[in-house]
């Protein structure tokens, strides 16, 4: 059977994860819906999220030796595997009504582990597979396939689940699941070299990401950037999205409402698969965080769903776009024999921040920002004049207040030297797909 290599290899397993992305995001939209409906706590439902991620995180710690020295489409095939085992047992908890909160738990954090080894696989594979100046639009092809998981996700699900209810939703994942699995097997990843420093144990390839990084300041200073950037906005934000989009809709105007920010991410994976992004990254992305937070502020201003709509989409433009440009500055200055390890430690750092933005979202707004919100609340005579009181009014604050920060955080970092003018300080590498394809 003829397979796939080099760029085609790419496209394969783009558009495999594509499926299988928007089968999981269903699943994972559902099951929010099950829990806020069937619960109603808002802590229970950023507690899921909690224990979606956090186990990404730690496991990440670990992961990065092994892809280094693993063959990275096995190791993809079988965290898809393992990720859908999970959703299996899940499914059948629904199926025989023994579904309970914490089962939910253990199977996010189950699925976690299996991303821990999925997502820096296929990010420490495109330089193998993708030539160096089609980094920038290999980039954008990731990003539209995450842009399109989050459309088609959140829309399909909340039309799917008010029609016909959460068990149909699993079966979509079950189907998408298999797709991902053939486009992975039929398609090759070269296996970098192996470099000699690579660790006697998982814990140094850990300890090797963290020297890798020290040893280049400008990588510490992007690192404090996006860590603090992941607390706020996939933390806080990501956290509280649901909960605020039914503060103002039923479920399948949440779902619209939310797929916003697909289609403003699927925008911005156009622009870097047609332009390649600017040249100056950092400055794109300093740019680019800028108008993600106002585009933040914009969602919380006003209780409007069309308002709402439009500053999600913005989000999903900007912030993106940022990140797309965060990944190609990673695949240009990392040497690619070590990006597992690289790749792995941002993961980390990355979900450790998130985590602590979802822990404390939940807690926050229920138990600080929407009662000084609500009609007798502390800030409903002044805040409350001119963003509305009532259900939902706390976490349109909450998202002001990040925007806010996100703001700041740009203004002190394009004052830091390190960081605004890190691609004249760090050198270029050679990725290994600068090769010709072999078809």
């Not at 269903?26 to 991620?53: H, K, S």
């Not at 914490?102 to 030539?131: D, M, Q, R």
């Not at 806080?236 to 605020?244: D, F, N, Q």
């Amino acid at each position: 059977m003829s397979r796939f290599s080099g760029q085609k290899a790419f496209y394969a397993i783009t558009f495999g994860q594509l499926i299988s992305l928007v089968g999981s995001g269903m699943t994972r939209f559902g099951l929010g819906i099950w829990v806020l409906l069937e619960i109603g706590d808002a802590t229970a439902y950023t507690a899921m999220l909690f224990f979606a991620v956090l186990p990404l995180g730690l496991a990440s710690i670990f992961t990065g030796t092994l892809i280094d020295i693993w063959d990275r489409r096995i190791v993809m095939l079988l965290g898809n595997v393992v990720a859908s085992l999970s959703t299996l047992v899940v499914a059948i908890l629904f199926f025989t009504d023994t579904l309970a909160i914490w089962h939910l738990y253990v199977a996010l954090a189950v699925n976690g582990l299996a991303n821990a080894f999925v997502i820096p696989s296929f990010e420490a594979s495109v330089p193998l597979l993708v030539k160096r100046e089609n980094l920038g639009r290999a980039a954008g092809l990731t990003q539209m396939t995450v842009s399109l998981e989050i459309i088609l996700a959140p829309a399909l699900a909340g039309v799917l689940v008010a029609s016909a209810g959460l068990g149909i939703i699993f079966i979509v994942d079950f189907v998408t699941f298999g797709v991902s699995v053939i486009a992975l097997a039929v398609s090759v990843i070269p296996r970098p070299v192996v470099s000699a420093d690579r660790g006697a144990n998982l814990l140094d390839g850990f300890v090797f990401g963290l020297r890798y990084i020290g040893q280049r300041p400008s990588f510490v200073y992007l690192m404090v950037f996006i860590t603090i950037t992941m607390f706020l906005m996939p933390g806080i934000g990501y956290a509280l999205s649901t909960p605020i989009a039914l503060s103002v809709a039923d479920e399948t105007a949440a779902g619209l409402i939310l797929s916003a920010f697909g289609a403003g991410a699927m925008v911005s994976g156009f622009l870097l698969t047609a332009w390649g992004g600017p040249k100056r990254r950092m400055t794109g992305m300093l740019v680019s965080l800028t108008l993600a937070g106002l585009a933040s502020m914009l969602i919380g201003v006003r209780e409007s769903i069309p308002l709402m709509a439009a500053g999600v989409f913005l989000l999903g433009v900007t912030f993106m776009f940022m990140f797309g440009l965060n990944r190609v500055i990673w695949q240009e200055k990392a040497a690619p024999e070590v990006l597992g390890r690289i790749f792995s430690l941002r993961v980390a750092l990355g979900i450790g921040a998130q985590s602590l933005g979802v822990l404390v979202a939940g807690p926050l707004a229920q138990h600080v920002f929407e009662p000084m919100m609500a009609e007798s609340g502390a800030l409903a005579g002044s805040v409350g004049a001119f963003i509305g009181v009532g259900e939902g009014r706390g976490m349109a604050l909450m998202y002001i207040v990040a925007g806010l920060m996100l703001i700041t955080l740009v203004a002190v970092s394009a004052l830091t030297r390190r960081i605004r003018l890190m691609e004249d300080l760090l050198p270029d590498q050679t990725p290994a797909a600068d090769v010709k394809d072999v078809d």
